[in-house]
């Protein structure tokens, strides 16, 4: 007696390896000259709904920050990254834990992602 088929397919890509879903972008700048507006918008829409989303883009690229000076009231705070250590302690020592080396590959390729 067989799988149905949804089973089967299933079964059949249980090894694939799953990743995010990614749409290819394309730069478009938004500047009319004084300086570059760069965004990235999806190139899997109609040409009519790109239309419509540029010409939003464009009337509304007021209300954008494009760079850090553009964001007055914003606490420095964010963008620094500090790490609240105890001088007083030292650092825990954990020993080397090793993976299978195919374990250690998808590893070492997601940590460069």
């Given at each position: 007696?067989?799988?149905?088929?949804?089973?089967?397919?299933?079964?059949?890509?249980?090894?694939?390896?799953?990743?995010?879903?990614?749409?290819?972008?394309?730069?478009?700048?938004?500047?009319?000259?004084?300086?570059?507006?760069?965004?990235?918008?999806?190139?899997?829409?109609?040409?009519?709904?790109?239309?419509?989303?540029?010409?939003?883009?464009?009337?509304?690229?007021?209300?954008?920050?494009?760079?850090?000076?553009?964001?007055?009231?914003?606490?420095?705070?964010?963008?620094?990254?500090r790490l609240p250590?105890?001088?007083?302690?030292?650092?825990?020592?954990?020993?080397?834990?090793?993976?299978?080396?195919?374990?250690?590959?998808?590893?070492?390729?997601?940590?460069?992602?």
């Open positions: 007696m067989g799988l149905p088929p949804e089973l089967e397919k299933i079964v059949a890509h249980e090894d694939q390896e799953m990743g995010p879903h990614q749409e290819k972008m394309e730069l478009v700048d938004l500047g009319t000259g004084s300086g570059k507006k760069e965004v990235k918008i999806g190139t899997g829409m109609t040409t009519p709904i790109r239309e419509e989303l540029m010409a939003l883009l464009k009337n509304y690229q007021d209300i954008f920050a494009w760079s850090y000076q553009d964001m007055p009231g914003l606490s420095s705070d964010i963008v620094h990254h250590l105890n001088p007083e302690c030292s650092p825990v020592k954990q020993k080397l834990r090793r993976m299978k080396p195919e374990t250690s590959l998808k590893i070492k390729e997601e940590v460069k992602k």
